[in-house]
């Protein structure tokens, strides 16, 4: 099965994210989102925006993968296709890194095929300093400790 980057929309993204996603929820905002499609179902999205560390979004040239998210039965090497198209889309816009964050929980396996680098690791954040803007809602994941990935050139 081959698949192909297709533009999509944040409410849909965000049901996509709401419905499949195995521990974050939807996100509030995004500079752009891309699907990845059979050409008869969509099996993936990445959301782009805003790097949620605001030292980071400083210089205007940084955007975060907020959420990659792949359904069951995804065909194999969907989430590496995400990151790489999403990498792809956000050099053509200007941008110069595109960074993500991972538990370290997680492998990176779809980073690293994606041809990403490991870059840091964060400690869990604490709560207290994660709730200090009005309507932040806390998330059991941003507790846990992190990997920090980067596309750059």
Same mark, same amino acid.
């Given at each position: ?26 996100? $509030?905002?995004?500079?752009? +989102?891309? =699907? ?10 990445? !959301?782009?925006? &805003? *790097? ?47 960074? $993500?964050?991972?538990?370290? +929980?997680? =492998? ?10 490991? !870059?840091?690791? &964060? *400690? ?30």
């Amino acid at each position: 099965m081959t698949l192909r980057a297709c533009p999509t929309e944040l409410k849909e993204a965000n049901e996509f994210i709401a419905n499949f996603h195995r521990h974050n929820k939807p996100v $509030t905002g995004h500079r752009f +989102s891309i =699907g990845a499609t059979d050409g008869a179902e969509l099996w993936g999205v990445c !959301v782009v925006g &805003r *790097p949620v560390s605001r030292i980071v979004q400083a210089e205007g040239y940084t955007a975060e993968v907020l959420r990659c998210c792949v359904r069951d039965g995804a065909p194999r090497g969907c989430c590496s296709f995400l990151y790489a198209a999403a990498w792809r889309a956000w050099k053509a816009m200007g941008g110069e890194r595109l960074i $993500t964050y991972t538990l370290q +929980s997680e =492998g990176g396996a779809s980073l690293r095929g994606a041809g990403w680098r490991l !870059v840091a690791e &964060r *400690p869990a954040n604490d709560p207290k300093q994660w709730q200090s803007r009005a309507g932040r809602a806390w998330q059991p994941v941003v507790g846990q400790a992190k990997f920090l990935w980067q596309a750059a050139p």
